[in-house]
């Protein structure tokens, strides 16, 4: 699996768990669980992440939602999608 992006945002991760459960692309929500060792203050971010053969399509994905500027670096184009 490849992070697609980090982010503490809510409605960010519900809404990308909407696109991509749409395009049935399996994804990973890392660290949820970490804001009860943090105390709940948002200091570290979750890490979603999509399998290897789904990440160009996962990342188009959010650019086509005019969410390109929430991906983490990483490849930008595959001509195999």
Do not use: C, W
């Amino acid at each position: 699996m490849e992070e697609l992006l980090r982010t503490n945002d809510p409605v960010l991760i519900s809404l990308l768990e909407s696109i991509l459960s749409e395009e049935d692309i399996a994804y990973f929500i890392a660290d949820s669980n970490m804001s009860i060792l943090e105390g709940s203050i948002g200091l570290m971010p979750r890490r979603i992440l999509v399998d290897s053969e789904k990440i160009f399509k996962a990342r188009r994905l959010l650019i086509e939602a005019d969410l390109g500027h929430e991906l983490v670096d990483g490849p930008t184009s595959s001509s195999a999608q």
